[in-house]
């Protein structure tokens, strides 16, 4: 079992920056794909970013494209969501997870089996 631990969420004007990230331990060489999704209060959990084993594969949701980066670094099990031109609409409990299946992107939570216990994003206009 993979355990999965975020870091770095907060609070932050509209317009800021925030780099969260997720750390991995137990058994990290179960991990391929790791996204990250995010719940906001009354609404169902949706897919951010995704970023595959080998960083060669990146997905996006459309409203974050071209303002949040996943990255990742293998040597120590982290990977990172980096968030630019934060939006209000961006708060929420941001969660890392990781999906075992080799090479596959995927924005279904369901597809991930281990995940975090989530970091607060919250931006204030």
């Known amino acids: 079992q993979v355990q999965l631990v975020e870091s770095g969420g907060g609070l932050v004007q509209a317009g800021g920056s925030l780099r969260l990230s997720c750390a991995a331990s137990g058994r990290t060489f179960n991990i391929y794909t790791v996204g990250w999704f995010r719940q906001a209060p009354g609404k169902e959990r949706e897919f951010v970013a995704a970023i595959n084993l080998g960083s060669i594969s990146t997905r996006y949701a459309d409203s974050v494209k071209g303002r949040f980066t996943i990255s990742r670094d293998n040597a120590k099990n982290m990977v990172y969501l980096t968030m630019n031109s934060l939006e209000p609409e961006d708060t929420a409990v941001y969660y890392c997870?990781?999906?075992?299946?080799?090479?596959?992107?995927?924005?279904?939570?369901?597809?991930?089996?281990?995940w975090g216990q989530g970091t607060q994003v919250t931006v204030s206009s």
């Open positions: 997870a990781s999906d075992p299946i080799v090479n596959r992107i995927t924005t279904v939570p369901a597809n991930y089996n281990s």
